[in-house]
T-cell receptor
Framework: DGGITQSPKYLFRKEGQNVTLSCEQN?????MYWYRQDPGQGLRLIYY???????QKGDIAEGYSVSREKKESFPLTVTSAQKNPTAFYLC??????????FGSGTQLSVL | RKEVEQDPGPFNVPEGATVAFNCTYS??????FFWYRQDCRKEPKLLMS???SGNEDGRFTAQLNRASQYISLLIRDSKLSDSATYLC????????????FGAGTRLFVKA
């Protein structure tokens, strides 16, 4: 089954801790994206990557970091510098027709 | 000014009603346009692409007006199952394809 897998589904972060959200795709898509969604709000772009070993900041990159060492994987690290990390995080990949395909999301909460 | 703006609603309509959503975008270089649907606490799913010539998929009709930088979605004969948040999405190239979501329009269809 082709698709995007995000893990974990729920994640809790302690004060001052870095946490990493996993995103894996087997759709052979070059481009991948991370979005953050707050309750009742739209999706805001954190980082995106068009190709392996390349990524660009989105609109709210501060306090986050990413890597793209493999085409299939685009992990997001929420660092201790992100003071308000509680949100629903969505990973997506984009096909050649520019359509986005999403994972089922990770809900991050602060303990 | 936000890059993509939508009326947040909510729209409360009876079953069988016709409802229209509007969306405006600020970047005149925008190249691709979509409507996504998002159910509560779930990932967004592609509803339809939007073309200048207008396109229809069953009860759904989408329209793009590039001159006015305006996108619309019309839902005819609303069903209870149409209750969701509808997200307007715009992509443009800026060293890579950046995909921006509107904040969404909430629709409630009542029996």
């Amino acid at each position: 089954d082709g698709g995007i897998t995000q893990s974990p589904k729920y994640l809790f972060r302690k004060e001052g801790q870095n946490v990493t959200l996993s995103c894996e795709q087997n759709l052979n898509h070059d481009a991948m994206y991370w979005y953050r969604q707050d309750p009742g709000q739209g999706l805001r772009l954190i980082y995106y990557s068009q190709i392996v070993n390349d990524f660009q900041k989105g609109d709210i990159a501060e306090g986050y970091s990413v890597s793209r060492e493999k085409k299939e994987s685009f992990p997001l690290t929420v660092t201790s510098a992100q003071k308000n990390p509680t949100a629903f995080y969505l990973c997506a990949s984009r096909d050649r027709g520019e359509k986005l395909f999403f994972g089922s999301g990770t809900q991050l909460s602060v303990l | 000014r936000k890059e993509v703006e939508q009326d947040p609603g909510p729209f409360n309509v009876p079953e069988g009603a016709t409802v229209a959503f509007n969306c405006t975008y600020s970047n005149s270089a925008s190249q691709s346009f979509f409507w996504y649907r998002q159910d509560c606490r779930k990932e967004p799913k592609l509803l339809m692409s939007v073309y200048s010539s207008g396109n229809e998929d069953g009860r759904f009709t989408a329209q793009l007006n590039r001159a006015s930088q305006y996108i619309s979605l019309l839902i005819r004969d609303s069903k209870l199952s149409d209750s969701a948040t509808y997200l307007c999405v715009v992509s443009f190239y800026t060293g890579g394809f950046k995909t921006i979501f509107g904040a969404g329009t909430r629709l409630f269809v009542k029996a």
